[in-house]
């Protein structure tokens, strides 16, 4: 299957400082790719769709400018959280899609961030 | 709108015995839906998947239905081992654009 890994897989920062985090398709090229947040016990929530050579889509809710996502490549999607604080300590997971048409999700393994 | 419910958990069971995970979704028109597991530490990893009304899918001992009357993809193991200690997630992909995720439910596997 394809592969997706994420770097790093957990990071601890400091308040106020920014962090960021990288999504890579290894033996595949991801047209779209995706950015979910995890908080402990619950579910992903879709944060945004990041578009090769184009401006993420943000779900609702979600601050475009605390969380920069940029997709220049073709293999690579990264997300930073800008003046981090600890509420936004989470697992971070991406997703891309192989192909044009979005069958199944291909995911990376995460990555935790702590703010401290 | 489209919605997955899944039981919660934590479910706790012994090594050998059956295991059922509810799910069930609400949405328009016809979903593809997906069981996903997430060991400790880890992102999701594909379990199974249907893609039509009443297609089973099927992978390492474990089974789920697309059942349309009743809006239902239950997942099922008939001897569950440790090693299947996990959470595991039921998901919907609505119109090849987005996934919606089931609130996940924890494993447990006694030996």
């Known amino acids: 299957g394809a592969v997706v890994s994420q770097h790093p897989s957990w990071v601890i920062c400091k308040s106020g400082t920014s962090v960021k985090i990288e999504c890579r398709s290894l033996?595949?090229?991801?047209?779209?790719m995706f950015w979910y947040r995890q908080f402990p016990k619950q579910s992903l929530m879709l944060m945004a769709t990041?578009?090769?050579?184009?401006?993420?889509?943000?779900e609702q809710g979600v601050e475009k400018d605390k969380f920069l996502i940029n997709h220049a490549s073709l293999t690579l999607s990264t997300l930073t959280v800008t003046s981090a604080h600890p509420e936004d300590s989470s697992f971070y997971i991406c997703?891309?899609?192989?192909?044009?048409?979005?069958?199944?999700?291909?995911f990376g393994q995460g990555t935790r961030l702590t703010v401290v | 709108g489209n919605s997955v419910t899944q039981m919660e958990g934590p479910v706790t069971l012994s090594e050998e015995a059956f295991l059922t995970i509810n799910c069930t979704y609400t949405?328009?028109?016809?979903?593809?839906l997906f069981w996903y597991v997430q060991y400790p530490g880890e992102g999701l990893q594909l379990l199974l998947k249907?893609?039509?009304?009443?297609d089973k899918g099927s992978n390492k001992g474990f089974e789920a239905t697309y059942r349309k009357e009743t809006t239902s993809f239950h997942l099922e193991k008939g001897s569950v081992q440790v090693s299947d200690s996990a959470v595991y997630f039921c998901?919907?992909?609505?119109?090849?654009?987005?996934?919606?995720f089931g609130s996940g439910t924890k494993l447990n596997v006694k030996p």
């Open positions: 997703s891309a899609k192989q192909g044009a048409t979005l069958t199944e999700a291909f």
């Open positions: 033996d595949f090229q991801a047209t779209t």
């Open positions: 990041s578009n090769e050579g184009s401006k993420a889509t943000y």
């Open positions: 949405a328009t028109g016809y979903p593809s």
């Open positions: 249907a893609t039509k009304a009443d």
């Open positions: 998901a919907l992909l609505y119109n090849f654009n987005k996934f919606y």
